[in-house]
């Protein structure tokens, strides 16, 4: 049976079993979500031992356990290594969602849920590519399988894991569904990753909330002092002001630049489906550069005060905001951390106290554009969609994938079928079902050609 009849025939089960995944609101940042954690690495090693895996388990972390699976046909053939996550992120603001964020629905042609897209709905297509694999007797290589389920709070468990394992996890590739293509009719491997340095910054004022009539104007507010030094980390040319940020950036060649260029891109259909006015970032550089081979700065959030429903006259004790530094090949992320710390340290004034903390961060990524599995992606994408993929380079993050270099010595694919509009991290996410299934063949097809 063909890989397109295979999924024809068994869509509506490939579905179910999605899912029964996604019910499970596997939120890796908050705590009491620790059982779901465990309940979903359960639910995804029984599926992959269904699929046709020799051996599954739920093997522990210092965190949130990993999904580890494989299946040996011959020690002497290649092998591919599976890496997903089976986390997902918060649900806020849950008023802005259309649909019970755990409670998969269909609505014309996308799959409407949390995790549908990011990343369950991208991993589930590895287990359906394997499970036509094994049953047609076509696997022509080993396969493994590491899902974890720290992802989306930047994997913090999954070095010291790897590199406990190192042996059990060795592989000539490892091969990740967690980016984007272009457009559904335009497939594209992702073959650069920004890095990230995430960080949270509290600025406390006087000891308790304060009269803002009494004390307004005589004491310093510490919202005011931080939304000041937050403005003063950008300059009007939308370059970072933190002094020594760019020390370390490549700056790509004219070529590059050029091939970026290639890509399609409607700026004024991208401005559209954002809704917004005109694009804004730094100076001299389009937006897909922007986002692809140049660093940025963005406060994720802020809090202080009152922000309940009517008015509240106080002059808060405290302001916080998380902030995240996305970065290019050759930026060390604890460097940059440290930096930012430096900047805004230097700049509080004396009437408040500030404290700056590392949460996470990771390295950027660069793929092998030569290698045999980069070829075999090309040859498959060709195969399924009957176009050539583009090389892109994401403005996202997955700072494992530079870990995964480090530790096991083993580059990544990135083959994502994921779109602009799936609004990954935001309510209302979704995931076209056309890119479900075609992933699946394409993921199949690739498997075809690698094993060549």
Not at 25 to 48: F, G, N, T
Not at 61 to 83: M, R, S
Not at 365 to 370: I, P, S, W
Request: charged share 25%; proline share 6%; aromatic share 8%.
């Amino acid at each position: 049976m063909k890989p397109a009849e295979y999924i024809q025939t068994n869509k509506q089960r490939f579905l179910e079993e999605l899912f029964g995944l996604i019910r499970i609101p596997s939120i890796s940042s908050e705590s009491s979500h620790k059982q779901d954690m465990v309940k979903a690495a359960e639910y995804l090693r029984d599926q992959i031992l269904k699929a046709g895996a020799d051996r599954a388990q739920v093997m522990p972390t210092e965190g949130n356990p990993v999904v580890y699976a494989e299946k040996i046909i011959d020690p002497a053939k290649k092998t591919v290594l599976v890496y997903g996550h089976y986390d997902v992120m918060p649900v806020d603001p849950l008023e802005l969602w259309k649909t019970q964020p755990f409670e998969p629905q269909i609505i014309g042609d996308r799959l409407y849920a949390r995790g549908a897209n990011d990343d369950k709905g991208q991993s589930f297509m590895h287990v359906k590519a394997f499970e036509y694999l094994v049953r047609e007797n076509l696997l022509p290589c080993n396969v493994k399988f590491m899902l974890e389920g720290e992802e989306e709070i930047g994997s913090p468990s999954l070095e010291k894991w790897c590199a406990d394992n190192k042996a059990m996890l060795k592989a000539d590739v490892i091969l990740v569904s967690d980016t984007s293509m272009i457009a559904p009719d335009t497939p594209s491997i992702t073959v650069g990753l920004r890095g990230l340095s995430y960080v949270e910054v509290s600025v406390t004022g006087p000891n308790k909330d304060l009269h803002s009539g009494i004390f307004g104007g005589a004491v310093a507010n510490p919202a005011n002092v931080l939304a000041k030094l937050i403005a003063d980390l950008i300059d009007e040319n939308g370059h970072i002001a933190i002094p020594g940020f760019y020390d370390d950036v490549v700056e790509i060649s004219a070529d590059e630049r050029a091939a970026m260029a290639q890509a399609p891109f409607n700026e004024q259909e991208y401005k559209k489906a954002l809704d917004i006015e005109e694009v804004s970032g730094e100076k001299g550089f389009t937006t897909l550069e922007r986002t692809g081979i140049r660093p940025s700065l963005d406060v994720n959030g802020m809090w202080s005060g009152y922000t309940g429903e009517g008015a509240k006259t106080v002059l808060p004790s405290v302001a916080r905001a998380k902030i995240s530094m996305r970065l290019v090949p050759n930026q060390n992320w604890e460097k940059i951390a440290d930096q930012i710390r430096d900047f805004l340290v230097a700049r509080a004034p004396k009437s408040v106290k500030i404290e700056v903390k590392k949460l996470h961060g990771g390295s950027a990524y660069g793929a092998d554009l030569k290698s045999e599995a980069y070829r075999a992606a090309e040859e498959a994408y060709m195969e399924v969609y009957g176009k050539k993929p583009i090389p892109t380079r994401s403005g996202g993050s997955i700072p494992i994938i530079a870990v995964f270099e480090k530790v096991l010595g083993i580059k990544s694919l990135l083959m994502g079928f994921g779109l602009e509009a799936d609004a990954i991290h935001s309510p209302n996410e979704s995931y076209l079902l056309e890119n479900f299934y075609r992933g699946i063949e394409t993921i199949t097809s690739f498997y075809l050609h690698y094993g060549k």
